[in-house]
């Protein structure tokens, strides 16, 4: 069963991403408000994807994507991130700091149900 | 005597000789008739199987061809019925998905009684769902009859002036209680008196406040059915959910004054 880390520290985000993941097959949500939260649950959990917003308190998106990226243990797990920010300089420097794919908002449910699918049977 | 009778004899053999060879001349001739006949026939005979067994193909062919032709007809359709239930699949995919985002937003709205939670909650709808990257929410300030901006995103609400309920394009929407959209949603303006969108928030006829967007972000080019249903579903279940959460928080302030008048009363003969 993957586990799907959602770091998202807007609640309705949150619960529409849960939501979305229920149609990725046998996957289990672990939701986290910010990047800290998200290194603690990376580190208590099977982690298989994480899903992580840029803008969020404590710990932003992009020092997460760095963080698990200098970590060898996490270093495979695929990182997508799901953003307001849709200007492409936001999106080459996600890319470059090692996520994998980026999403912008408001996000197409559909598109997303897809790249978490394909980056989980890879 | 006995030689002309022997010369007789002799004559009457040659004669019936000569007879049995024409008999036989004429038999190998029928012979030679009939062989030829019955090449004849059993050429005839060839030919008209080979014939027959041509007419059989043909028709095999043509009952083959028909068959053909009937399996890609219906292959055709079954190819049609395949698109067209692909595409009901995805509308209804869609559709799932819309309805999901509406849910999501109606329970964020109505998980709190807190004012300034269901604020934030509003807010978050507003960028995360719509994709606004600039407005002002206005509620009606009951004392003034004025809109005052009481939450903001991309601009502060204390930049957002209060405005008259009837007057510029915010006032309007407020007095009328129909939503403003923009032709041009794509031109971004902050100036406070031209918002491109202008939901009323209303409960019933009655209307509480106005969500005035100024900008959306870069990646949002147009407005889809969903954001048509967010609009609506904000114009009714926020404004329930805001009037709600304020009538809640003032009953709280207002009892715990109360309580804290009964304390002091409860507090005095003991002085």
């Known amino acids: 069963m993957p586990n799907i880390l959602v770091v998202e520290d807007s609640p309705t985000m949150r619960q529409l991403i849960s939501f979305a993941m229920r149609r990725v097959p046998a996957s289990k949500v672990i939701e986290a408000t910010d990047g800290v939260d998200a290194l603690k649950k990376l580190s208590s959990n099977g982690v298989d994807l994480i899903l992580a917003d840029i803008n969020m308190p404590v710990m932003d998106g992009l020092k997460l994507v760095s963080l698990v990226r200098g970590n060898p243990a996490y270093k495979e797990i695929p990182i997508i991130m799901i953003t307001t920010e849709g ?10 700091i090692g996520a994998n794919a980026y999403l912008t908002k408001p996000v197409q449910t559909q598109q997303l149900v897809k790249l978490v699918g394909d980056f989980l049977s890879k | ?18 007879k049995g060879e024409e008999f036989t001349k004429d038999i190998l001739r029928e ?4 062989r030829f006949k019955l090449a004849e026939v059993e050429e005839m005979l060839a030919r008209g199987g080979e014939e027959a067994r041509a007419g059989v193909y043909a028709n095999r062919i ?3 061809e028909d068959e053909l032709k009937s399996l890609k007809e219906r292959f055709m359709q079954v190819e049609e019925e395949n698109k067209d239930f692909a595409s009901k699949y995805l509308e209804v995919e869609e559709e799932n998905n819309n309805l999901a985002n509406l849910y999501v937003a109606s329970y964020q709205l109505h998980s709190t009684l807190d004012f300034s939670e269901v604020l934030r909650i509003v807010l978050e709808i507003v960028i995360n769902l719509i994709g606004a990257e600039c407005f002002g929410l206005y509620l009606v300030d009951e004392k003034t009859n004025e809109l005052e901006a009481v939450a903001a995103e991309g601009i502060s609400a204390s930049e957002l002036p209060r405005v008259v309920i009837g007057e510029g394009l915010i006032g309007k929407v407020a007095k009328e209680g129909d939503s403003y959209f923009s032709e ?28 005035a967007i100024y900008s959306l972000l870069v990646q949002k080019r147009s407005f889809s059915h969903v954001d048509y249903e967010l609009f609506n579903l904000l114009a009714g279940h926020a404004a329930t959910a805001i009037f ?12 715990s ?3 804290g008048f009964l304390d002091l009363l409860k507090d005095k003969p003991r002085r």
Do not use: W
């Open chain 2, 1 to 18: 005597m006995e030689e002309g009778s022997i010369i007789k004899k002799a004559d009457e053999f040659l004669q019936v000789f000569k």
């Open chain 2, 31 to 34: 012979n030679e008739r009939l």
């Open chain 1, 87 to 96: 200007a492409e300089e936001d999106k080459k420097r996600a890319l470059s």
């Open chain 2, 62 to 64: 043509k009952l083959l």
């Open chain 2, 257 to 259: 004054t109360i309580q």
């Open chain 2, 184 to 211: 041009n949603i794509e031109a971004s303006s902050r100036k406070p008196d031209e918002p491109i969108v202008c939901i009323p928030l209303k409960i019933k006829e009655h209307v509480i406040g106005v969500i």
């Open chain 2, 244 to 255: 709600s959460s304020k009538l809640y928080t003032q009953s709280e302030r207002k009892l």
